[in-house]
């Protein structure tokens, strides 16, 4: 029998919530009447490192902070590298995914081999389909380049079914431009076909089939494109992420491509937390975010806790300097790219997710009934007679059902993982989908292995206070 109580993960939830609030609010800053970003990115950043390294405020009186159940260095330290191959070192980290940087040929041109077929892939522990990708993974690498190249890029189709690549944003031939019927000939199944272009821009695309889109694209022909500046500065970190969605009904073992709307698989580089890798960054570090939107229906307004990040480009190219403002969500429109650069300067766990609510759940049943504030308990002992092991959801949310699952006491279907997420330091992450952690450390910093969770400087996490201790400050609790 478990020992957990609505109201303890209720609690849980509060608590890691008032945490990310206040370390916002640790760094808020009084705007002048005439502002200026790069004067105010200053001011907030040294006022980050003040208050991570500030001695503990709280009075003798407050009761003791909760420390994290898992400190730095304790937790399991598994890669967070990205595999490579060509002949170039990888500039772009692709979280749960790879890169492809190309193999000179003796004329100069850079050459690429991608194969698209069928892909057992896992999108979370416990659930995994039979997808379409390229090179043995969903999505395909990230193709990068740089701008001036030439690219020579070959693609075998061992699908069952004719197939065609398109170079999604990037100046082509039309004859390359990989419409089939269109600008080609499809690629029937057993064949290679070749597209040579030269490489005139740089930024952030991406590649995906244009033959049947309905079927292939929902199936996950889909990958990034970024193209390396020949010059100019570089950030410290720069991150590649392709948001897609699926329907997989539980129990099934293949997603349904037909589906228009419904989705219950929400993926960053086709992965659904808890499956999601955290992103690592050192303290300070500057980072570039490349976000790719191949969902066959769905926009996705991502947002960032902690931080404002400048949106600098699109697959359209660069923005210039003069239209750039900052924002803590961008959205990411289906068929689009869009680049956002920010600096690192608090440390901590901080989350990043698509802000559709529906986005941030795994296989949710859109057919359930709205159970908030029916007594959830009383309906649970009428049908247990009837069907042993019978749970309704929650009667104030869905909060609880991670945790049941994950406690072995309500089961799911088989191929299906519960809709929200994974035990956090605090409590229960109730988040799923279109979710992952971002992990800003000191430096010098691992970026390649996950650091556990962050130690909160004391007095820098919200807690629990009494009536005696809220009536300090004129708050009456009744």
Known sequence: MSTYTRRDWMKASA??????????????????????????????AADSVAAANVAATTPDSLPALA????????????????????????RVDTPNGSALTGRQADDGAWVYHLTAEEVEHAFAPGLTATCWGYNGQVHGPTLEAVEGDRVRIYVTNRLGVATTVHWHGVFLPSGMDGVGGLSQAPIAPGETF??????????????????????????????????????GADVDRDVAFMLHEWLVEPGTSRPDPNAMSDFNVLTMNAR???????IVVGHNDRVRFRFGNLSPMDHHPIHLHGHYWTIVGTD??????????????????????????????????WAMHCHMTHHVMNQMGHGTP????VDARAL???????????????????????????????????????????????GYITMGGMYTNVKVRPKPVDVTADPGWYDHPAGTVARAVSAEQAARDGVRLT
Not at 70 to 89: E, I, K, Y
Not at 217 to 225: E, N
Not at 382 to 390: E, I, K, N
Not at 407 to 413: D, Y
Request: charged share 15%.
């Open 15 to 44: 608590v890691a919530l008032g945490g990310a609030a206040v370390g916002r609010a640790s760094r808020a800053t009084p705007l002048p009447v005439t502002w200026d970003p790069v004067a105010a990115a200053d001011s907030i």
């Open 67 to 90: 420390p994290p159940t898992s400190a730095p260095g304790q937790a399991r330290r598994r890669s967070l590298a990205t595999p490579v191959d060509g002949d170039r070192p990888n």
């Open 194 to 231: 070749l597209y040579e272009f030269p490489i005139t821009q740089s930024g952030t695309f991406m590649y995906h089939s244009h033959h049947d889109e309905m079927t292939q694209i929902a199936l996950g022909l889909t990958g990034m494109f970024v193209v390396h500046p020949r010059r």
């Open 272 to 278: 659904a937390f808890p499956g999601t890798d955290p």
């Open 316 to 349: 359209g190219g660069a923005i210039p300097a003069a239209g750039r403002w900052p924002e803590t969500t961008v959205l990411v429109p289906t068929g689009s790219t869009r680049t956002v650069e920010w600096t690192a300067d608090a440390l901590g766990d």
């Open 370 to 373: 709205n159970m908030v504030g």
């Open 380 to 426: 649970d002992r009428s049908v247990q007679p009837l069907a042993p092991g019978y749970m309704a959801m929650g009667e104030n949310g869905m909060d609880e059902h991670g945790s049941h699952v994950e406690q072995g006491h309500m089961p799911v279907p088989e191929n299906s993982i519960p809709m929200v997420g994974a035990a956090g330091p605090f």
